[in-house]
């Protein structure tokens, strides 16, 4: 079991930054891959930033050379984002996998933290 818990959401203005923090507690050494999602109003969670366990990583298409996701061991995922837009805004999750099998995985989510980009 993984435990996760986010902050540093926040009201932000356009051009702006915030950094989220995903601090996790738990089984965190069975934890392989890690990752931003959002979710907006009225649309589906989506994959925003992910990190796998060697530091490779993964980026949206809207979100490439705005936002950086770093790893601090196996216990602390951030997300630093910059030039902040309105369509930024959403509720941002953590979510960290945990491999059962070469086929099956357990995932795990965060209680999420709102962000919100004012125009």
């Known amino acids: 079991q993984v435990q996760l818990v986010e902050s540093g959401g926040g009201l932000v203005q356009a051009g702006g930054s915030l950094t989220l923090s995903c601090a996790a507690s738990g089984s965190t050494f069975r934890i392989n891959a890690m990752g931003w999602y959002r979710q907006a109003p009225g649309k589906q969670r989506e994959l925003v930033a992910g990190?796998?366990?060697?530091?490779?990583t993964d980026f949206a298409d809207s979100v490439k050379g705005r936002f950086t996701i770093s790893r601090a061991n196996a216990d602390t995922l951030y997300l630093q984002m910059s030039s902040l837009k309105p369509e930024d805004t959403a509720v941002y999750y953590c979510k960290a996998s945990i491999p059962i099998t070469t086929w099956r995985k357990d995932d795990y989510w965060g209680q999420g933290t709102q962000v919100t980009v004012s125009s």
């Open positions: 990190i796998s366990r060697d530091g490779s």
